[in-house]
């Protein structure tokens, strides 16, 4: 009854943060919510399906096809509608009916954005030149948008928003500021035209992504759970892990990792596990908070974990223009390293207080047989991988497109696996009141192996390639996954009871139901996405106005005095308060477009070449580890209602076991061997295990406990390997230069001697163009082997000699770094812009080699705690 009731205060915070806390008692009102839910996912898919371009060839008419190209506009009033409607405005707000003054706000907020559509031709006519009805149109818009995005998220991000657009109409004002950024201030016309009539504001890029590509992703997973899908992954997770020491709490970690690789928010994803495993985990002796804080640490990490990473993947393809698969290459390392790592944590805490795991029928499983299991299955995906490739390669010679090839073997895997799913009986959560047992493995994964097939699908679509095929767009990708997930939820109940011999009538119904549901909770997930990705485009639009985010940049040097180290932690704290109380798509957005940019821009001035994904990460971990920071981490929130321990000591202890999260961006900026950039199969290996065992050792030291209770020196001494395991190259420099540098002549003589395409970096130094001040810079350019000049003209970069001074023209427009150097240095004053010093990396020994005294420590502290154990290390 106790885990009920908690249950049911759980899932009210849920629905107060993600999905709307109304429940109108008019059945006609609550039918309208439920049916604009419904009617959102059907025309999400209809917009990402081939079916508008089919009409628009097969009428004739172009309605089709416009309707696709103005989906963003429709996507915003369905998300204002909806966030009217499912949210209360106040506390005091009517929860059991829809106000009069919400219809108005309903009316005004859909006309405001369909509006864009029905005018869009007399808009097109007149750029810039904005109507008194397209005037007041924008401001109506922005005030109901402004208001939906309060109801169904709180203050923060209209603090945030609602600070960028007082600096567009203000900003001009500030002497210091203009002088920062160039800004004279807009007027009310242009800064309203700016943010809603253009596609640069609030129907910018973001919210294009969240109508194209997020939509689909979060339905996929709300379908994926109705169906039954959340409910294996915590099954499997207790019957692979909930038998070991600590059990249950490694479970949690696990199936929060599986269902936040495709949950659009840390809360929901709390509750969806955590309703199941804190109340496991408090059984077995684990305390409230402790058991919480678990939760919400894995459920947090399952936001940073790819291929989806709470839709920020797909923001970060646009943002840091990369491919797709790039992005999920270079999150992945950190993100497996970081669950193992969290893994470890429990099971130090289990042995700390001396805890067993569940008693489980059958044979026992342990660690060895589990980390065999892992591998297999590995090897098993990689093998199934290359036979699909193959396959794959064989029906391009028959059919046009691979996906209609591909849907008759599938179908027959399905069946197959339905087929073996109904030889075994449903597994069900553990009753609360019974004797705690975890379910056995094998008829656990075979009884719901076929919730993996859309998921497979899915990845496949978006990472596997044949010489001949691309790979599919997220949006498609989502589209088709979403279509079998569909077909799944509507089909897996009644096949199963069709093989079982059982009478399909009362499961086909049930499949239905699990369909409609999806529907309706993948829209109602979306409502504070849609509305947060319209709000965070004001910020865009804001910088793209205004320069604002030169005034943060500005501070944050003035601040950090040109030391990196505090430069990043600054950033790192900021992140922290920017994304407090914000779903992970608008985290992702404000403290990329606020802080990333000065990370670049002051790290160069420092001298470091930060890669732009690498930055991008660096903010965005720390945005997402908000959501366990008190006061407002809501995630510890969601998980204390659960648990029934104070919320404030959950975030706390959640932010602790975090902390190894909060270490990695801090090492992957500077070694960018974690993000597998430039890495090939051999090494990622290699830098797999290494900083895998580096991450450990890092977590056991801030346990306290690794193989027994540490000392204090033998935890200094785990930092300290931990360190030399991260960070092999900074022990290389202190011992050999990592440059050649050369100045004035000799610097293009030492650049002329590189190889072609080598990495050269150039220090440039000259007055600023808003502050004449000296500034430094540093710009990597690709070598051409005996002639500099030519590298640099290839770049755009001409170089003026004057005796020893390597004076710099103006680069030209269009060039790679004439928005970097020509709008940041005045080229034209009395102090002239130059190359001060030119650097080649020099040939030295591999920093590879620090590993051995790293290792050969870590064995002395092994040697010297196992005399000291009083307990199995596993």
């Known amino acids: 009854m106790a885990q009920d009731t908690d249950a049911r205060s759980a899932d009210d915070l849920v629905a107060e943060a993600d999905t709307g806390a109304r429940n109108p008692s ?35 008419m172009n309605i089709f096809a416009n309707i696709v190209a103005q989906a963003r506009f429709v996507h915003l009033a369905f998300a204002i509608m909806l966030a ?26 859909v006309a405001s954005c369909l509006y864009l559509v029905v005018f869009r031709f007399e808009i097109a006519d007149r750029p810039g030149l904005w109507s ?23 203050l923060p991000l209209v603090i945030i928003a609602g600070a960028f657009v007082a600096f567009a109409f203000f900003g001009g004002y500030s002497e210091w500021a203009r002088n920062i950024t160039n800004y004279g201030g807009a007027s009310l016309s242009k800064a309203l035209g700016h943010y809603w009539m253009q596609t640069e504001g609030v129907f910018g890029v973001a919210l294009g992504v969240s109508t194209t590509m997020i939509f689909l992703f979060v339905l996929f997973g709300a379908l994926l759970d109705r169906a039954g899908g959340g409910s294996w992954f915590i099954n499997v997770a207790v019957a692979l892990l909930g038998a070991l020491r600590g059990g249950p709490a490694k479970a949690a970690v696990l199936s929060s990792m599986l269902t936040g690789m495709i949950s659009g928010s840390s809360i929901s994803n709390t509750v969806t596990t955590g309703t199941f495993t804190i109340p496991l985990m408090k059984r077995i002796g684990f305390p409230a908070e402790k058991a919480g804080a678990v939760e ?26 990369i491919p797709y698969i790039d992005v999920v290459k270079h999150a992945f390392l950190p993100a497996v390293i970081s669950y193992i790592a969290l893994l470890y944590i429990v099971h130090l805490e289990a042995l700390k207080m001396q805890m067993q795991g569940l008693k489980k029928a ?103 390639r044949t010489d001949s095929l691309d790979r599919l767009s997220p949006s498609l990708s989502a589209f088709w996954a979403t279509i079998f997930m569909i077909v799944v939820a509507l089909t897996h109940r009644p096949l199963k009871a069709f093989f079982r011999g059982e009478g399909l009538g009362g499961e086909t119904l049930q499949g239905w139901r699990d369909f409609i549901g999806g529907l309706i909770l993948g829209a109602r997930n979306m409502i504070g996405i849609g509305v947060a990705t319209g709000a965070a485009g004001i910020i865009v639009g804001t910088i793209s106005l205004t320069g604002a985010h030169q005034v943060i940049g500005q501070v944050v040097e003035v601040i950090a005095g040109g030391n990196i180290w505090v430069l990043l932690i600054l950033v790192a ?29 002051v790290g160069a001035q420092a001298g470091y070449i930060f890669p732009l994904i690498a930055v991008h990460l660096f903010v965005f971990y720390f945005g997402i580890l908000a959501d366990d920071t008190p006061p407002v981490g809501l995630a510890a929130y969601a998980a204390a209602a659960i648990s029934r321990g104070d919320p404030i000591k959950t975030g706390v202890q959640g932010f602790a076991y975090d902390i190894r999260t909060a270490l990695l961006p801090f090492l992957f900026i500077f070694n960018t061997d974690l993000l597998l950039i430039d890495v090939g199969l051999g090494k990622a290996v290699l830098v797999f295990f290494i900083s895998l065992i580096a991450m450990l050792l890092f977590a056991a030291a801030t346990q306290g406990y690794f193989i027994a209770k540490s000392r204090l020196w033998e935890t200094v001494a785990l930092l300290f390997i931990a360190f030399m395991l991260f960070r092999p190259g900074f022990f290389l420099d202190q011992v050999s230069d990592r ?18 395409g080598q990495e050269v970096r150039v220090l440039i130094s000259g007055p600023d163009f808003d502050t004449g001040k000296d500034r430094p810079t540093t710009i990597v350019v690709p070598a051409v082997a005996g002639d500099a000049e030519a590298a640099l003209d290839a770049q755009g970069l001409a170089i003026l000699p004057d005796g020893d001074v390597l004076a710099m023209d103006e680069p030209f427009p269009g060039t790679p770094f004439f928005e970097s150097l020509g709008n940041e240095y005045d080229f034209y004053g009395d102090v002239p812009v130059q190359i001060t010093e030119v650097q080649i990396e020099n040939e030295r020994a591999p920093k590879e080699l620090f590993f051995i005294p790293a290792l050969l420590l870590l064995l002395g502290v092994v040697l010297i705690q196992r005399r000291r154990a009083t307990q199995p290390a596993f």
């Open 739 to 756: 440059y050649m540098s050369a100045t004035g002549p000799a610097a293009l003589e030492l650049m002329a001697g590189a190889e072609t």
């Open 296 to 321: 919400v640490a894995s459920s947090t990490n399952g936001q940073l974990t790819p291929p989806v990473m709470g839709a920020a993947a797909f923001l970060m393809v646009e943002y840091v223009n």
């Open 573 to 601: 704290v900021m992140s922290l308060i920017l994304g407090m109380g914000l779903p992970t798509t608008a985290n992702y957005i404000v403290v990329s477009s606020l802080m990333a940019p000065v990370i670049l821009s």
């Open 84 to 109: 009217t409607l499912a949210f209360p405005l106040f506390k005091s707000s009517p929860r059991d009916r829809i106000p009069a003054y919400d219809w108005v706000l309903v009316v005004l907020g």
């Open 26 to 60: 008019s059945a006609w009102q609550a039918n309208l919510i439920i049916g604009t839910c419904i009617v959102w996912s059907l025309f999400q898919l209809y917009i990402a399906s081939k079916v508008p371009g089919l009409l628009a060839q097969a009428t004739g």
């Open 362 to 464: 059958g044979r026992h499983i342990g660690p060895i047989l589990i980390l065999i299991l892992f591998l297999s299955g590995f090897i098993f995906l990689g093998a199934a991988t290359y036979a699909m490739i193959a396959l794959r390669g064989l029906l391009d010679g028959v059919m046009t497109e691979s996906v209609y090839g591909g849907l008759a073997v599938v179908a027959v895997l399905y069946l197959v696996l339905v087929y073996y799913a109904s030889r075994y009986p449903d597994v069900a959560m553990n009753d609360p009141d019974k004797e705690l047992e975890a379910p056995r493995l094998t008829p656990t994964l075979l009884g719901g192996a076929y919730f993996s097939l859309p998921i497979f699908i899915l990845v496949w679509n978006l990472m596997v």
């Open 132 to 154: 008194t009805t397209d005037i007041t149109v924008s401001f109506i818009g922005m005030t109901v948008l402004f208001t939906a995005v309060y109801r169904s998220l709180g």
